[in-house]
């Protein structure tokens, strides 16, 4: 068993379809409750619902936001002896993460809008997380990905957001 109470060999996955409504939230957010007491660290359970809640609303809010309701958003819990992954399908545009991150983390880009408020949460999802990706797959689907490893829950991870300053996340 690892330090969070997980067999060494065991791998489980764990699947939701909702719609594309923010009142799937609650759906959202009941389904990832029940993996409270699965084994993941409590602080880090709590960052990866705020991650899954941030991941969650923009893909209804950006990806889907011309879509029908009816559009499925799948989410996919893979919990792993040292860690977990989230991953969030959705099917809208494809988008460059990283590029859209690295513009809103440099205020001295030509496209930062240190005005705005958005796009602050993949900042906070970064932050959140140990490893995020969001990419096409060969579905036609994009998947953000959001991977959390239980063994770094003493390396709080610093948030910079322009206009605010550093930030810990805990």
Not at 100 to 114: C, E, H, K, V, Y
Not at 142 to 164: A, E, H, M, Q, W
């Amino acid at each position: 068993m690892n330090a969070a109470g997980i067999p060494l060999d065991k791998r489980q996955t764990f699947a939701l379809r909702v719609d594309t409504t923010l009142d799937a939230l609650d759906q959202v957010l009941t389904w990832f409750e029940s993996f409270r007491n699965a084994g993941i660290p409590d602080p880090i359970w709590a960052e990866c619902q705020l991650a899954l809640v941030e991941g969650f609303t923009n893909a209804v809010r950006h990806a889907h936001r011309a879509l029908p309701e009816s559009t499925p958003i799948d989410i996919e819990l893979l919990l792993m002896p040292q860690g977990l992954e989230l991953r969030i399908w959705d099917q809208g545009q494809e988008f460059d993460l990283e590029g859209f991150a690295r513009n809103l983390s440099d205020p001295t880009s030509p496209n930062a809008n240190l005005e705005s408020e958005g796009g602050r949460g993949i900042l906070l999802m970064k932050a959140l997380s140990t490893h995020l990706s969001y990419s096409r797959q060969a579905d036609g689907r994009n998947c953000l990905l959001i991977g959390k490893r239980f063994d770094d829950p003493g390396s709080r991870p610093r948030l910079s957001v322009p206009g605010l300053g550093e930030q810990t996340t805990a």
